[in-house]
């Protein structure tokens, strides 16, 4: 979908696709996808937007037309995708203005549930603001040798007018590598607070050679604000600047 206003994916069947199911680019605005089915699909199911960081008229256009803006993914069921490009991420966004990403369940995954963003730790102008990333179930991912993701994954500076929102997501049985929640390098200005993180029913990530931890915020990423969420380990890596606040976060007794 490339340069469209309006167009709305509401209760279809994505399956048997040898790539990603959806792709949209070029200014797409007023765009959503609402209470779909996607699985079986080669690579992954949502992917909002071009990862060319590069390019300014990309991440951060002149012409407001040009902007990925208003698309919502919303009371979707998502499994068994990225079944041959593993390094897919269910749905993936790199930059956008004011998108909520809600009430949808995604499982059996070999990588990240939500990716979100690019650019590492190179510090530019983009259009990433105003993001909700809330009340979703991921679940049962990260289990064929990929890791390096999360169920919620961060990367890169967002526009830092305000604060994206992930909050309310339940996250279970994450088989591998790096955290359930996770911004890595560069990530900038996102909230994280009432999450539930459960890896009780996890013993060992794979190769056994990384601890558990529920939560990653990699170098370079600054003004993050965790709070008031639960898990079932006490484990997390914490590598942010001195601008990022980890407050009030409750363990779980299993």
């Known amino acids: 979908v490339s340069k469209a206003n309006g167009v709305c994916f509401e209760e279809c069947t994505f399956t048997r696709l040898g790539i990603t199911a959806v792709k949209m680019i070029e200014g797409v605005q007023n765009s959503h996808f609402i209470g779909n089915h996607f ?10 937007g071009d990862p060319l960081w590069m390019n300014n008229d990309v991440v951060n ?13 919303m009371n979707n069921y998502i499994h068994d995708v990225a079944v041959d490009y593993l390094s897919a991420a269910a749905v993936s966004l790199s930059w956008g203005a004011d998108m909520d990403f809600c009430h949808n369940e995604i499982f059996n995954i070999p990588y990240s549930g939500f990716h979100i963003g690019y650019g590492w730790n190179i510090d530019f102008d983009n259009v990433l603001k105003n993001l909700t990333i809330s009340n979703n179930f991921v679940h049962d991912f990260m289990g064929e040798g990929v890791s390096d993701g999360g169920g919620i994954y961060t990367i890169g500076n967002s ?23 996770y911004c890595d390098n560069g990530s900038t200005y996102y909230e994280l607070f009432n999450n539930l993180v459960d890896l009780s029913d996890v013993k060992e990530w794979a190769g056994g050679d990384v601890p558990l931890s529920w939560m990653q915020l990699n170098s370079g990423a600054d003004h993050i604000i965790v709070r008031d969420n639960h898990t079932t380990i006490d484990n997390y890596n914490n590598n942010t600047g001195s601008d990022s606040v980890i407050v009030s976060n409750t ?3 299993n």
């Open 39 to 48: 699985y079986d699909i080669s690579g992954g199911a949502i992917n909002i």
């Open 251 to 253: 363990i779980i007794e």
């Open 61 to 73: 256009p002149t012409d407001i037309r040009k902007i990925m803006k208003n698309c919502d993914v």
């Open 159 to 181: 526009s830092g007018d305000g604060y994206n929102v992930i909050s309310g997501n339940y996250i279970k049985n994450v088989l591998d590598n790096s955290g359930p929640l």
